[in-house]
């Protein structure tokens, strides 16, 4: 799959960002076009403007190390968009193909190993899951679950924590800095999109949300990716009230492309006894869920 549309939506987005004054040159009069001149791109990263429009229009693959850090330079990139833009040059000529997650075949859905869910579960203390880039959720603990509770109830969601930010309208009462929220779950998919442009569900999901959200479809044409390794985030359970929570996100080396994410409260805060308040609810909530089946095994034996 092509991913020079993709290429130069990114760099134009990020020459758009960039102002005259910003770049340290005079601003001139009569410009026609937000931030730099491709011109001016060029002469800051001393490149021809033939080159420089080549690798605008699309054309990364080929593009040399050193060619790529002038852009990035030149574009005043941060890390995450630095990172992007090296992993959309190796989509460009084939080198990033053995670094993709592999693909798995044969239609069944992708479950834990037992030992990954043994760990998962043995995270007692806050919510803990496994995710992939285009944010499935694919694995998670009892607390996890409870957590996540309206994204796993509604069938709409699929488990889709993308679809659940844009898509469902408890979102708005779960997330209560729901920009910040959709910002995020935009770059990581942006990112995802860098790293796999082979993913066709990934673009189905994108379609999807572009079609019926506005909000999704405006900030995907933003092109924002961002580092989402660590930080602290504020929900509203609909069952214990408002939390305040850390993160960490750790890439797991076993299986390319998934993320373990870990939420925690600070020891004797309120969110911590809101986490606690979230096991109780979720222990029975699942004792519950338990009977219920057992009742409608029990029921059907004796049909």
Known sequence: MDNSQEVREFLTSRRAKITPERAGMPAGSRRRVPGLRRSEVAALADLSVEYYAKLERGSLAGASPAVLEAVARALQLDDAERAHLLRLAQAADGSDALARPRRRTGGRPWTPRPSLQWMLDAVTAGPAFVRNGRMDLLAANQLARAFYAE?????????????????????????????????????????????????????????????????????????????HGTGTKRFHHHAVGDLTLAYEGLELAAEPGLTLTVYSAEPGSASAEGLRLLASWAATREAGSGFRQSEQSASTSHE
């Open 151 to 227: 994204v796993y109830d509604t069938p709409g969601n699929r488990n889709n924590l993308a679809r659940f930010n844009f898509l469902d309208p408890a979102s708005r009462r779960f997330y209560p800095d729901w920009d910040q929220a959709a910002d995020i779950a935009v770059a990581i998919l942006r990112t995802e999109a860098g790293r796999d442009p082979h993913d066709k569900d990934l673009h189905d999901l994108v379609g999807e949300l572009s079609t019926r959200s506005d909000e999704f479809r405006t900030r995907w044409g933003a092109h924002d990716v961002r580092h």
